[in-house]
């Protein structure tokens, strides 16, 4: 398991966290999960680019209600 802070690949097993495994860094000494909270970078991305692109609005799906 790699360090996200430090990018150590170096880890040990350090307990659990609410159900998740919790790891400590045997170089920078911090302690890390494998698991993120929030949405998956490549999703936001994705997202950000339908919206600047207009692809979101609903006016422009067929069936929609708002005039144009």
């Known amino acids: 398991?790699?360090?996200?802070?430090?990018a150590h690949p170096d880890s040990i097993r350090y307990g659990t966290s609410r159900g998740v495994q919790r790891y400590?860094?045997?170089a920078c000494?911090?302690?890390f999960?494998?698991?993120r909270r929030g949405?998956?970078?490549a999703l936001k991305q994705q997202?950000?680019?339908i919206y600047l692109e207009g692809d979101g609005d609903a006016s422009?799906?067929?069936g929609s209600q708002h005039p144009s």
Request: aromatic content about 0%; hydrophobic content about 15%.
């Open 39 to 41: 949405k998956d970078p």
């Open 1 to 6: 398991m790699q360090c996200p802070h430090c």
């Open 33 to 35: 999960q494998t698991l």
């Open 24 to 26: 400590r860094c045997q």
């Open 47 to 49: 997202a950000c680019q």
């Open 60 to 62: 422009h799906r067929p």
């Open 29 to 31: 000494r911090r302690i």
